[in-house]
């Protein structure tokens, strides 16, 4: 079992920065994979980046995101940051910390509750 809270989310203008912070139950070196993922209203839910814990700490950005948002992880706080810069108004959604374990080979997927960001142009 992981439980996640994310905090860091508000309103912010346009060009402007957040960072979010994903707090685990556990140790994330534990961990396979966590990642952020945001659902705009309407929207399905997307992946906005992913750290493979397990896998030497690669990260993967959606197309969207690079060169703006940097994920990074702190294993000593058992924390993942998102810190987005350059802030667009369909950057605007809430954001979800995710986090994979595998046991064996079957990834059981654990979910924060979400924190809002709100872009204004």
């Known amino acids: 079992q992981v439980q996640l809270v994310e905090s860091g989310g508000g309103l912010v203008q346009a060009g402007g920065s957040l960072r979010l912070s994903c707090a685990a139950s556990?140790?994330?070196?534990?961990?396979?994979?966590m990642g952020w993922y945001r659902q705009a209203p309407g929207k399905q839910r997307e992946l906005v980046a992913v750290i493979r814990i397990r896998s030497g700490g690669s990260t993967d950005y959606a197309d969207s995101v690079k060169g703006r948002f940097t994920i990074s992880r702190d294993n000593a706080k058992n924390t993942i940051y998102l810190q987005m810069n350059s802030l667009k108004p369909e950057d605007t959604a809430v954001y979800y910390c995710?986090?994979?374990?595998?046991?064996?080979?079957?990834?059981?997927?654990?979910w924060g509750q979400g924190t809002q960001v709100t872009v204004s142009s």
């Open positions: 995710n986090a994979k374990v595998v046991v064996i080979t079957t990834p059981f997927p654990y």
């Open positions: 556990r140790s994330i070196s534990s961990i396979n994979e």
